[in-house]
């Protein structure tokens, strides 16, 4: 290190909860969102409530924890970070850091024994949910993420993420009481299709990107560039996560902010981003993919071909 060269900080482990705490937590939550149907049956309020919440908590862990925290794929102000921060607490997978140090983890080390969420290394189950019942991974190792842990508020929201969540559940029973879901909608029961259902659901999704999104033996998916991983596109799945099921486009090229790479490929996220660097909320959003990229995935436009051989 020369003179003049700063020395680097080193944060450390930050502790949130016990792994005990952890597995608690998803068991009531997983118990409820099975109970909800038989408690509560649908009713068309109740399932357009579901799905708003369900979209909400995922397009904060695909958006926020996935896009922004781990890949910086785009900028905000202070401010925004933060706001962003506790909107993306709501979905029920830990805080912003925990996440995205694991994920950062994840595509440093991919399908190497360091991966914690590899089905070739670990298999299919432990991919899924293993990997977070493992005493191994309950801190948030900091060190991984050093441009976001230098954020006092960002710490703040990464070790009360249970507080928010349930404030947020709190809010939606708040609301219903209030009327604002219309005359037949309970809190107990906007509790269960708000906020029990649609968490414990987008939960088993984003795992399923962990899972399936790297196991190319299941049909259903394709693979657009030979990436050195296992990762697989799968459609339905990318509906579902809001565009993380784009997983082999994503490993090819993560640092951009759209992981449907074609036209076809539906990418509800990066669609909201557009719409919010269009208001000025967010900035410069990193969506344009390099040309050997698209050139590998068979996405190069053929008029530029064409142009090319003049
Ligand atoms: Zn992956
Ligand atoms: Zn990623």
Known sequence: MSATTPPRVRYGKQ????INQTRVRYV???GCAIATPFLFPPTWPLVLLAVASYALRMFGV???YHRYFSHRAFKCSRPVQFVLAVIASQ??????????SVHRVHHQNVEQ?????SPRQHGLMQSHVGWVWCERYKDTDLDVVPDFARFPEILWVNKHYTLLMLSGAFFIWLLATAGAFGPTVT??????WGFFLPTALGVQTVSLVNSIGHFGHLPGGYRRFDTDDDSVNRPLLALLTMGGGWHNNHHRYGASARAGFAWYEIDLTYYILKLLAALGIIRDLRDQLPEDVREEGGLAPAAAKVSDLR
């Open 113 to 117: 024994p360091d991966d914690p969420i």
């Open 15 to 18: 502790v949130t909860e016990s």
């Open 187 to 192: 809190g107990g029961a906007a509790l269960m």
């Open 28 to 30: 009531i939550l997983f």
């Open 91 to 100: 979905c029920g997978q830990h805080g912003p850091l925990w996440w995205a």
């Open 62 to 64: 695909e958006a926020i």
